[in-house]
């Protein structure tokens, strides 16, 4: 039981490329959120997904795209980076939204740096 | 204004001693409350959720919630050097009540 797994650990990106980051889990769990940590900052919610096939956005959804690939997997996009996405990138997942008190589990973050 | 506010700190305490941390929010409409408590280079995990006004104890740990002050804290009692991380404060905002705001977390050190 892995939990909430992310890939890759640590990406370094030029202006202008993309590159979309991975999130599965296999806890069965509904719900799936992509987050951003910037120092200071706390985590801000990208988007997240309440169950499979639904997507909403979150507080910082511009320059994103995400796909709720099936239950287990919730994938976030980068089209375009910038160097204003250079942060740490953590997924996370609950069995149910976060308005009924579900503990959220995170992944261990994917760091990027974008030059 | 930002919907949840925390001393970011460092908030130096000697071991054994009580450590407070406090989070003011804004959205009067706030239900859901929690602390999750980050080590460096980690990921934030769950240490205590609070839904009521009053004090939650779980251990070591004392969550305290006010809402008519709009305020949320948490004790730590005889703290330990391990207990040195960033703790951030959470709240579940929007009309759904399904997004989770986070705070800017308050960084402890305890000292031996």
């Known amino acids: 039981n892995a939990g909430v797994t992310q890939t890759p650990k640590f990406q370094v990106l030029k202006t202008g490329q993309s590159m979309t980051l991975q999130c599965a889990q296999d806890m069965n769990h509904n719900s799936m959120y992509w987050y951003r940590q910037d120092p200071g900052m706390g985590l801000r919610l990208i988007y997240y997904?309440?169950?499979?096939?639904?997507?909403d956005k979150g507080e910082v959804p511009n320059g994103y795209n995400v796909s709720r690939l099936n239950k287990r997997e919730f994938s976030l996009r980068l089209e375009s980076a910038a160097p204003s996405q250079t942060s740490v990138y953590f997924c996370?997942?609950?069995?149910?939204?976060?308005?009924?008190?579900?503990?959220?589990?995170f992944g261990p973050g994917t760091r990027l740096l974008v030059l | 204004q930002k919907e949840v506010e925390q001393n970011s700190g460092p908030l130096s305490v000697p071991e054994g001693a009580i450590a407070s941390l406090n989070c003011t929010y804004s959205d009067r409409g706030s239900q859901s409350f929690f602390w999750y408590r980050q080590y460096s280079g980690k990921s934030p995990e769950l240490i205590m959720s609070?839904?009521?006004?009053g004090d939650k104890e779980d251990g070591r740990f004392t969550a305290q919630l006010n809402k008519a002050s709009q305020y949320v804290s948490l004790l730590i009692r005889d703290s330990q050097p391990s207990d040195s991380a960033t703790y951030l404060c959470a709240l579940v905002i929007g009309a759904a009540g399904n997004k989770l705001t986070f705070g800017g977390g308050t960084r402890v050190l305890v000292k031996p």
């Open positions: 997904s309440a169950s499979e096939g639904t997507t």
């Open positions: 996370a997942s609950s069995a149910r939204l976060a308005g009924f008190g579900e503990t959220q589990y």
């Open positions: 609070i839904y009521s006004n």
